[in-house]
């Protein structure tokens, strides 16, 4: 009963090769999360969906982007990954579909650990 | 934005003692804070969470206290066992009305058998 689910878990490529990495949910949250973290760091948030809208980092690199054909899946494209990018990638979800309610709790996924060669 | 300080970076304890995780967060507006547990190679898992119109809360041997005057918020685990060696993570929501989050930046607990 995996609630948030991520593949591959490991993801190997090399250096300016594209790769893409996947989040599905069976919870229906309404809003969901790409965090970026690297070995003894802190998660550091990408960028969320909330519904459609898709919401951007200032400090996010260009070379992130993300899709989100339906409230289901949500995808991360590095579009020429560099060695600094190598690190776990975690998808996380939430809801938000009670008007004034406060329910914030983020569910996580395994995340994918991205090696860049 | 908000800013979240944790300390100390490090802990290590005997079995059986207490461990306090401490936090400071910058934004006034934040209502959510959430604590993470995050052993080695696995993802974050909520083991407790407090919202701002609360001042402590407790389940089982963990707790967190909360002051939002000072803004600071603290993580209390009692008798500590050897499998709650791990890394553990703070959170503040930012004062939207969903959950984005940032986090403090980590506290490896070692607890020694």
């Known amino acids: 009963d995996a609630m948030v689910i991520q593949n591959p878990r490991y993801q190997v490529t090399q250096f300016g090769k594209p790769v893409t990495l996947s989040c599905s949910q069976t919870l229906n949250h309404n809003v969901m999360y790409w965090y970026q973290q690297k070995s003894s760091q802190a998660p550091k948030l990408l960028f969320h969906y909330y519904d459609k809208d898709f919401n951007n980092e200032a400090d996010t690199p260009d070379n992130f982007q993300s899709r989100r054909p339906n409230t289901s899946f949500c995808f991360l494209d590095i579009r020429s990954p560099g060695l600094g990018d190598a690190a776990m990638y975690l998808c996380a979800t939430s809801r938000d579909d009670l008007p004034g309610s406060s329910y914030n709790e983020q569910f996580f996924g395994p995340g994918t650990r991205l090696t860049v060669l | ?113």
């Not at chain 2, 001042?55 to 707790?63: L, M, P, V």
């Open chain 2, 1 to 113: 934005g908000e800013n979240v300080e944790q300390h100390p970076s490090t802990l290590s304890v005997q079995e059986g003692d207490s461990a306090v995780i401490k936090c400071t967060y910058s934004d006034s507006a934040s209502n959510y804070f959430p604590w993470y547990k995050q052993e080695l190679g696995k993802r974050p898992q909520l083991i407790i969470d407090i919202r701002s119109n609360v001042g402590e809360k407790k389940d089982q041997r963990i707790a967190v206290t909360l002051n939002k005057t000072a803004k600071h918020f603290s993580l209390h685990i009692t008798e500590t066992q050897p499998e709650d060696s791990a890394v553990y993570f703070c959170a503040a929501s930012e004062g939207t009305s969903y959950g984005k989050l940032t986090f403090g930046q980590g506290t490896i607990l070692t607890v020694h058998p």
